[in-house]
């Protein structure tokens, strides 16, 4: 049987890695973003390597968008067996410069778009008896840094939302898992959103944090060790909940675990500021 795939965000960065590895797998992949222009260089290297791969607009702001393209999926296969929800951004900016408007719109693509496209892929899952939800998370989805709270309140949402339905969806075959990676290299930090007033009581720490993760990004691991995890996990018969990825991810995580939270946060600064 033809098993099909759900990525959002394929224009770039982990998603176009991982609609490819998903197609190379073997699997029908349905390679969604916001603006399907973006999609002609995965179909060149889709039609190279004689790959399943079909471009479909899914904007997740936009609950009409996620509907339709779901909606078209189920139509055309009557089947969904993994959706990777990974489109997303980085807000940067201290809480005291955010406006409401610019966290509500971090968290409607980083949080409310995936509760969305996981309610709308849910009944097939549920009627076919299986099905793998991938989140992607970050190491930002456990750990607090600052000037970022906006993308890291996004993220723990979406840690707490995906443990909470690992409960709910397992009595129906379905499975739920969370990808943590580090500082990966994409087009994340070029297309950073940044919050920043110019006489902001924050300005020197917001420099500094800006500076520290660009020069991170710099060194950052390659998106397509996202992409490899995430066909690890989902060709593992009893995938693990979590999932980070690169070393950074890993030392910051083992860090949080061995450290009192005063110790955490001296290291964070001298990792971040030094
Ligand atoms: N890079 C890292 O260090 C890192 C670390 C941890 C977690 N992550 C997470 O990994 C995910 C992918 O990011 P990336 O690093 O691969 O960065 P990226 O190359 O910038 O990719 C982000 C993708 O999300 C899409 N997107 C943004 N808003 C969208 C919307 N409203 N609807 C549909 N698609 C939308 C972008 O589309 P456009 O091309 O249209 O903008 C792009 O395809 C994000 O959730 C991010 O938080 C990244």
């Given at each position: 049987?033809?098993?099909?795939?759900?990525?959002?965000?394929?224009?770039?960065?982990?998603?176009?890695?991982?609609?490819?590895?998903?197609?190379?797998?073997?699997?029908?992949?349905?390679?969604?973003?916001?603006?399907?222009?973006?999609?002609?260089?995965?179909?060149?290297?889709a039609k190279k390597e004689n790959l399943k791969v079909e471009v479909l607009e899914l904007d997740v702001d936009k609950e009409t968008s996620i509907k339709s393209a779901i909606n078209k999926i189920v139509l055309d296969k009557n089947r969904i067996d993994v959706l990777v929800n990974n489109a997303g951004y980085?807000?940067?900016?201290?809480?005291?410069?955010?406006?409401?408007?610019?966290?509500?719109?971090?968290?409607?693509?980083?949080?409310?778009?995936?509760?969305?496209?996981?309610?709308?892929?849910?009944?097939?899952?549920r009627k076919q008896k299986s099905g793998i939800i991938v989140n992607v998370s970050s190491v930002a989805g456990r750990i607090g840094f600052p000037v970022t709270p906006a993308y890291i309140s996004s993220k723990f949402a979406l840690e707490g939302l995906s443990e909470s339905i690992r409960y709910e969806l397992e009595p129906f075959g379905i499975k739920t898992i969370i990808i943590e990676p580090g500082v990966i290299k994409t087009n994340l930090f070029a297309s950073l959103k940044k919050s920043i007033n110019p006489n902001s009581a924050y300005k020197e720490i917001t420099e500094k944090v800006i500076n520290g993760i660009t020069m991170m990004a710099e060194m950052g691991t390659s998106p397509v060790?996202?992409?490899?995890?995430?066909?690890?996990?989902?060709?593992?018969?009893?995938?693990l909940?979590?999932?980070?990825?690169?070393?950074?991810?890993?030392?910051?995580?083992?860090?949080?675990?061995?450290?009192?939270?005063?110790e955490f946060e001296n290291y964070v600064k001298k990792e971040l500021y030094s």
């Open positions: 049987m033809e098993k099909i795939a759900i990525v959002t965000g394929s224009s770039s960065g982990i998603g176009f890695e991982t609609a490819l590895a998903l197609a190379r797998e073997g699997y029908y992949t349905y390679a969604t973003m916001r603006d399907t222009k973006k999609g002609s260089k995965i179909l060149d290297i980085f807000l940067v900016g201290c809480l005291e410069d955010l406006s409401i408007g610019d966290l509500k719109a971090q968290f409607e693509t980083n949080f409310f778009g995936i509760v969305t496209t996981i309610q709308a892929v849910l009944p097939i899952m060790e996202v992409a490899r995890t995430i066909i690890k996990a989902i060709t593992s018969e009893n995938p909940s979590r999932y980070p990825v690169g070393n950074d991810a890993v030392m910051f995580l083992e860090a949080k675990k061995s450290k009192t939270d005063a």
